[in-house]
């Protein structure tokens, strides 16, 4: 039986940097890798853990075990990439749900703002994680209930029952 290994890249052999056009890229033991990707492996339960560097063709150039190992401005440099890839708007309450036809439609408060969410298998795109939700729209847009605590119980009354 073969069993998995991860070997990670020791965090002294990356050096990340913005390139002309302003786009995340690396040097690796001497290779310029003039862009790269990078993503969590497991991106709403450890955020600074695991997370994969790759160049544009999805290949994998370096696995780093944790964020925090970094130097800061390497740091600051691979977190602000991460930010934008998981940007999800933080919701700070819910006005309405409605359904139609199988379809979901969720007005929320985005801060200030209103916004229109419709979710599909409500199942499968609303998560809760802990105090966390995370919610996914038909666009693949996700929206974040940072903590339960905070919504007000109408709101909560109103998610209670399509959480599982």
Excluded at 12 to 29: D, I, P, S
Excluded at 97 to 111: D, M, P, R, S
Aim: glycine fraction near 6%; charge should be negative.
């Amino acid at each position: 039986m073969e069993s998995l290994t991860m070997e990670f890249t020791p965090v002294g052999e990356l050096e990340f940097y913005h390139n002309a056009q302003g786009f995340l890229a690396l040097k690796l033991n001497e290779t310029d890798y003039p862009r790269v990707q990078v993503r969590r492996a497991l991106p709403f339960g450890d955020p600074t853990r695991f997370v994969c560097v790759t160049d544009m063709e999805d290949k994998e150039l370096a696995l780093i075990e944790d964020t925090a190992q970094l130097e800061d401005a390497q740091r600051e440099l691979v977190s602000r990439e991460l930010e934008l890839r998981y940007y999800y708007p933080r919701v700070t309450q819910i006005k309405s749900i409605k359904e139609k036809l199988g379809t979901y439609y969720f007005a929320l408060c985005i801060g200030e703002h209103e916004k229109n969410a419709a979710v599909k298998d409500i199942g499968k795109n609303l998560r809760q994680l802990g105090d966390r939700i995370i919610l996914t729209d038909v666009d693949g847009n996700r929206f974040l209930i940072d903590d339960l605590g905070v919504v007000n119980r109408k709101s909560m009354r109103m998610l209670e029952a399509y959480l599982y």
